[in-house]
């Protein structure tokens, strides 16, 4: 038995008079191995594996360049929670007084919906590029051919 008797954890505490004994050891062993066991199993205190995907690649940006088509899909490397496109130094959206429609090069999509001009589908992202627009209407323009977007994925 140790003469200053325990360590803030509870473990055996000896001067050098003392005779240590095996079972002391052993208490202090099972008493290490409980804590630590219960520390590791924590996951307030730890992160998962998936959690530090979230944090080291939560969100995954990119660009393309728009074709000029109907529609473009853009595979993105998952399927993400939310994305937004828009056009690369453009404004999101802005009126054409000559034609009299709203140009719109920004939108959203998530699993659940999303605005007009972008689909997702699992990890794929498509945009859509209007063929016309009735005056007082919108045009979306997210494939505008020559036009470089950029896209942001969220996991």
């Keep these: 038995m140790p003469t200053n008797n325990k360590t803030s954890l509870g473990l055996n505490s000896w001067v050098g008079t003392d005779k ?29 594996a998936d ?28 399927s993400p929670k939310l994305v937004l496109v828009f056009g690369w130094h453009k404004p999101p959206c802005a009126y054409n007084p000559t034609a009299g429609y709203n140009e719109c090069r920004f939108a959203a999509a ?18 859509c590029q209007s063929t016309g627009a009735q005056p007082g209407g919108t045009f979306y323009s997210l494939n505008e051919n020559g036009t470089t977007y950029v896209y942001a994925a969220f996991r």
Excluded at 42 to 48: E, G, I, N, V
Excluded at 56 to 66: A, E, L, M, R
Excluded at 113 to 121: A, I, K, Q, R, S
């Design 20 to 48: 240590p004994m095996r079972g002391d050891f052993v208490a202090d062993n099972a008493l290490l191995d409980s804590l630590l066991s219960a520390h590791f199993a924590d996951a307030q205190k730890h992160l998962s």
């Design 51 to 78: 959690d530090r995907v979230l944090l080291t690649q939560g969100i995954v940006s990119g660009q393309y360049t728009g074709n000029g088509a109907g529609s473009q899909d853009i595979v993105l490397p998952f």
């Design 110 to 127: 998530t699993p659940s919906g999303e605005t007009d001009g972008v689909f997702l589908d699992g990890a794929t992202l498509s945009v």
